[in-house]
């Protein structure tokens, strides 16, 4: 059974500890609840656990899941370049700045429902 909007609310809400009233559909887990870097990753396999999906199944990546472009990411890392050091090899190399999407609570109830029913087409 898909999981409902508010099954997912609830579970944001509990995750991240902020009030009820604030989490609701388009909430961004990043902006408004501060969840990145390794507690976004936390958030996904919490995910995945309570809500019994799997986002890289063999039908799907976890990229199609998500609809991640190239160098789209989820979720920001946790690392201090106070100078910018690693960013200016990033350039040198020819390497591009990462794109960080954020995720709304919405969009996270949709990826959701999505490999519910690829594990559903998978069983």
């Known amino acids: 059974m898909d999981p409902s909007l508010s099954q997912v609310i609830i ?50 990546s976890f990229s199609t899941i998500f609809s991640l472009k190239e160098n789209e990411y989820l979720f920001n890392s946790e690392g201090l370049d106070l100078l910018g050091i690693c960013r200016l090899f990033d350039w040198i190399r020819g390497i591009p700045r990462p794109v960080i999407r954020d995720l709304s609570v919405g969009q996270l109830h949709r990826a959701l429902v999505e490999a519910c029913n690829v594990h559903l087409l998978e069983a």
Request: with cysteine; proline share 2%.
């Open 11 to 60: 579970f944001v809400h509990q995750f991240s500890k902020a009030p009820l009233a604030s989490v609701h559909e388009q909430t961004l887990l990043e902006a408004d609840l501060g969840i990145t870097g390794d507690d976004g990753v936390e958030l996904i396999e919490a995910a995945e656990k309570i809500f019994r999906v799997d986002f890289c199944s063999t039908e799907q």
